[in-house]
């Protein structure tokens, strides 16, 4: 397929990410509130025990990351998972996974804005949370609009402000836990193993409980791999940073949430409510923590909110680019925006931001709990379409300079984990309303997918169609 000019619409995207842009979101591109406040949730539900959910939700997330880049480095595609599992299961499971995708992102939306409108409230309190709510996803929603290079740019800032933070939060904490600060002291790491009820006073089934809650905060991780395919060396940068996701999520969450547990007791009624890095600053004697921690809060949900809109609409463009969604998503602007669906998840994202204030508050939980374990569902087909995509691959003589490790062994045992995980909160109350609603919204989905491929099939002008999303100067597969 021939490029586009770069000064005329079409339906093809800008290679308008320099490496700098992607390395800072494969950092910390996806890191919002779940970190900063919602921890808090898993620490306080399965104490010290939290930092083994962490562990194994970072373990899986690196296999994953490993399993996608290598799919990712030898046929770079902003559908990323969604393409693969459409080359390789089948046309009906990248419809399903594609979609499931866009709708997890476009609910991500309003729970951002959500954090976003109560900090802003609570230093405006004249204007209404809600109000503020709206108006970030506009402006965010603005900055999407523009060519990928400055929303590139937007997003670098925000996220070497998170880094910063939790760099220097975790050099705070270990400087007063080494007892480094005068008049700093706390609990220490005692705290970890014979305080408070022990290591896991709530049992296995509380660690379990957290993982699922930490999941959460994973999933996006592997949206590197949409970005960098609007980069101008896309193979590259994937497999630079699916490399560096081990020391990103040793240093970001486990270290971090390793000196909230050494500062915080598990047991802190505080901790829940107030979040996680503010009590901790709190118990450090650390002044205006809570002012310290809205303001990189702020930036997080922001930057957050800003990849949410970025991810979402790339994956509708690419739904439309292979005849999976409304024609009109896969338009982009005379910059390589796809504009119609940026504004398209964005307006969603704002409807369900009203109904969370102003519908019955079921229907938000309903939401909310149909996409509970699309993380699960989207790791899940990464790893089969990766072990029937490693034959595909072969077969078409493409060179895999990057290759999931132990191949096929620890691609089952990921698969297997990922089953046993969603039987798991099958059996379990608290978390089988989610694993129901997302299951049977796949379902539905599926149905409408397999019903898209055949009409695809029956229809020859699209028989030849690539199932491919190219970018600007890059052929298609």
């Given at each position: 397929?021939?490029?586009?000019?770069?000064t005329?619409?079409?339906?093809?995207?800008?290679q308008?990410?320099?490496?700098?842009h992607v390395t800072?979101?494969?950092?910390?591109?996806?890191?919002?509130?779940?970190?900063?406040v919602?921890?808090g949730?898993?620490?306080?539900?399965?104490?010290?025990?939290?930092i083994?959910?962490?562990?194994?939700?970072g373990?899986?997330?690196?296999?994953?990351?490993r399993?996608?880049?290598e799919?990712?480095?030898?046929?770079?595609?902003?559908?990323?998972?969604?393409?693969?599992?459409?080359?390789?299961?089948?046309?009906?499971?990248?419809?399903?996974?594609?979609?499931?995708?866009?709708?997890?992102w476009?609910?991500?939306?309003?729970?951002?804005?959500?954090a976003a409108?109560?900090?802003?409230?609570a230093?405006?309190?004249?204007?209404?949370?809600?109000?503020f709510?709206?108006?970030?996803?506009?402006?965010?929603?603005?900055?999407?609009?523009?060519?990928?290079?400055k929303?590139?740019?937007?997003?670098?800032?925000?996220?070497?402000i998170?880094?910063t933070?939790?760099?220097?939060?975790?050099?705070?904490?270990?400087?007063?836990?080494?007892?480094w600060v005068?008049?700093?002291?706390v609990?220490?790491?005692?705290?970890?193993?014979?305080?408070?009820?022990?290591f896991a006073?709530?049992?296995?089934?509380?660690?379990?409980?957290?993982?699922?809650?930490?999941?959460?905060?994973?999933?996006?991780?592997?949206?590197?791999t949409i970005?960098?395919?609007?980069?101008?060396?896309?193979?590259?940068?994937?497999?630079?940073?699916?490399?560096?996701?081990?020391?990103r999520?040793?240093?970001?969450?486990?270290?971090?949430i390793?000196?909230?547990?050494?500062?915080?007791?598990?047991?802190?009624?505080?901790?829940?409510?107030?979040?996680s890095?503010?009590r901790?600053?709190?118990?450090?004697?650390?002044?205006h923590?809570?002012?310290?921690?809205?303001?990189?809060?702020?930036?997080?949900v922001?930057?957050?909110?800003?990849s949410?809109?970025?991810?979402?609409?790339?994956?509708?463009?690419?739904?439309?680019?292979r005849?999976?969604?409304?024609?009109?998503?896969?338009?982009?602007?005379a910059?390589?925006?796809p504009?119609?669906?940026?504004?398209?998840?964005?307006?969603?994202?704002?409807?369900?931001?009203?109904?969370?204030y102003?519908?019955?508050?079921?229907?938000?939980?309903?939401?909310?709990?149909?996409?509970?374990?699309?993380?699960?569902?989207?790791?899940?087909?990464?790893?089969?379409?990766?072990?029937?995509?490693?034959?595909?691959?072969?077969?078409?003589?493409?060179?895999?300079?990057?290759?999931?490790w132990?191949?096929?062994?620890?691609?089952?045992?990921v698969?297997?984990?990922?089953?046993?995980?969603?039987g798991?909160?099958l059996?379990?109350?608290?978390?089988?309303?989610?694993?129901?609603?997302?299951?049977?919204?796949?379902?539905?989905?599926?149905?409408?997918?397999?019903v898209?491929?055949?009409?695809?099939?029956?229809t020859?002008?699209t028989?030849?169609?690539?199932?491919?999303?190219?970018?600007?100067?890059?052929?298609?597969?």
């Amino acid at each position: 397929m021939n490029s586009l000019d770069s000064t005329t619409p079409g339906s093809q995207l800008a290679q308008g990410f320099k490496p700098r842009h992607v390395t800072m979101l494969s950092i910390a591109g996806i890191i919002g509130a779940g970190l900063f406040v919602g921890s808090g949730h898993a620490i306080a539900a399965a104490g010290p025990a939290t930092i083994l959910a962490y562990i194994f939700s970072g373990l899986l997330v690196v296999l994953v990351m490993r399993m996608l880049g290598e799919m990712a480095v030898a046929r770079p595609d902003t559908g990323s998972f969604s393409t693969y599992a459409d080359q390789a299961i089948g046309r009906w499971a990248g419809f399903t996974i594609g979609w499931l995708y866009w709708w997890f992102w476009v609910l991500v939306i309003p729970i951002e804005a959500l954090a976003a409108g109560h900090v802003l409230n609570a230093w405006v309190p004249a204007v209404d949370a809600w109000l503020f709510a709206l108006l970030s996803i506009v402006a965010l929603m603005a900055t999407n609009l523009f060519s990928v290079a400055k929303y590139g740019e937007f997003e670098f800032w925000f996220a070497m402000i998170k880094v910063t933070a939790i760099i220097a939060f975790i050099g705070l904490g270990f400087a007063v836990l080494m007892g480094w600060v005068p008049d700093h002291q706390v609990g220490g790491l005692s705290q970890l193993m014979s305080e408070h009820g022990g290591f896991a006073p709530n049992g296995a089934s509380a660690v379990v409980g957290a993982f699922i809650t930490i999941m959460f905060s994973f999933i996006g991780t592997e949206a590197v791999t949409i970005a960098a395919a609007e980069s101008s060396d896309p193979a590259r940068n994937i497999a630079k940073a699916t490399r560096s996701v081990i020391w990103r999520i040793s240093v970001f969450y486990l270290l971090s949430i390793m000196v909230v547990i050494s500062v915080v007791p598990w047991n802190d009624p505080l901790l829940p409510t107030v979040g996680s890095y503010q009590r901790a600053l709190e118990l450090m004697n650390i002044p205006h923590a809570d002012l310290l921690v809205d303001m990189v809060v702020l930036v997080a949900v922001a930057s957050c909110m800003n990849s949410s809109i970025y991810i979402a609409s790339r994956m509708l463009y690419s739904l439309g680019r292979r005849g999976e969604a409304p024609k009109i998503t896969k338009a982009t602007s005379a910059v390589g925006v796809p504009r119609a669906s940026v504004i398209a998840s964005s307006v969603l994202g704002v409807i369900v931001t009203v109904i969370s204030y102003f519908a019955p508050a079921g229907l938000f939980q309903f939401l909310l709990a149909s996409s509970g374990a699309i993380a699960l569902l989207v790791y899940l087909v990464i790893a089969i379409s990766q072990l029937r995509m490693r034959k595909l691959l072969l077969r078409q003589n493409v060179e895999l300079t990057f290759r999931m490790w132990f191949f096929p062994w620890l691609t089952w045992l990921v698969i297997a984990f990922i089953v046993s995980a969603l039987g798991v909160m099958l059996v379990t109350p608290e978390h089988r309303a989610e694993v129901t609603s997302t299951i049977g919204l796949a379902l539905v989905i599926s149905l409408i997918g397999i019903v898209v491929a055949r009409s695809h099939e029956r229809t020859p002008a699209t028989r030849g169609a690539t199932r491919s999303t190219p970018v600007q100067g890059q052929e298609a597969p």
